[in-house]
């Protein structure tokens, strides 16, 4: 099973600053199988980034993925109140699928 | 518009059964696999089941497997997830979601709760 850590667990920032968020693989993921998620209290999980750099339809170009092989970042350029959330890795590419564990995106 | 709509979910003791349902619309259900998420109150997200398109391939978290079934009827447009054997760790939201192996999770349902408590 493909362990994904992400980090950090809580990132406290505030809107207009930039936020990075990690995730980790414990083994080469494909990078066309590597997707991001936001989470808001109450809410389903919605989809951000596929394939590690790929914009789901409708997400703002504030939001960008990057990485390849172990190392995987999503990086929110300039954070407007609304991005305060939950977000989760995902591989897709090897059985069994498998998250990150999250990390919480919180006002500073 | 796609559409995902959960139900079924509720409070049953442990060693009970339920079957989960998700209702698809909006899109060609029989040309998708799917799946089942759950989240355990205050946790993160896990994968529980997913099934191929045709319901002919089916893949289980190892903390389910053997309790629960995931099975699909593409002439009613829905999918299932049979449980068994319900535990208390077995207690979270569970999500049905579009996706699965090499598929991205795009669209997902509102989430049902299930309980398991005496």
């Known amino acids: 099973e493909i362990v994904l850590t992400q980090s950090p667990g809580t990132l406290s920032l505030s809107p207009g600053e930039r936020g990075t968020l990690s995730c980790r693989a414990s083994?080469?993921?494909?990078?066309?199988?590597l997707a991001w998620y936001q989470q808001k209290p109450g809410q389903a999980p919605r989809l951000l980034i596929y394939?590690?750099?790929t914009r789901a339809t409708g997400i703002p170009d504030r939001f960008s993925g990057s990485g390849s092989e172990t190392d995987f970042t999503l990086t929110i350029s300039r954070l407007e109140p609304e991005d305060f959330a939950v977000y989760y890795c995902?591989?897709?590419?090897?059985?069994?699928?498998?998250f990150g564990q999250g990390t919480r995106l919180e006002i500073k | 518009e796609v559409q995902l709509v959960e139900s079924g979910g509720g409070l049953v003791q442990p060693g009970g059964s339920l079957r989960l349902s998700c209702a698809a619309s909006?899109?060609?259900?029989?040309?998708?696999?799917m799946s089942w998420v759950r989240q355990a109150p205050g946790k993160g997200l896990e994968r529980v089941a997913t099934?191929?398109?045709?319901?002919?391939?089916?893949s289980y978290a190892d903390s389910v497997k053997g309790r629960f079934t995931i099975s699909r009827d593409n002439s009613k447009n829905t999918l299932y997830l049979q449980m068994n054997s319900l535990r208390a760790e077995d207690t979270a939201v569970y999500y049905c979601?579009?996706?699965?192996?090499?598929?991205?999770?795009?669209?997902w349902g509102q989430g049902t709760l299930v309980t398991v408590s005496p």
């Open positions: 099934i191929t398109n045709n319901g002919g391939a089916t």
């Open positions: 394939g590690a750099s």
């Open positions: 909006g899109f060609t259900f029989s040309g998708y696999k």
């Open positions: 995902q591989q897709y590419g090897i059985s069994p699928i498998t």
């Open positions: 083994q080469s993921v494909s990078s066309s199988y």
């Open positions: 979601a579009r996706g699965g192996i090499a598929v991205i999770f795009d669209y």
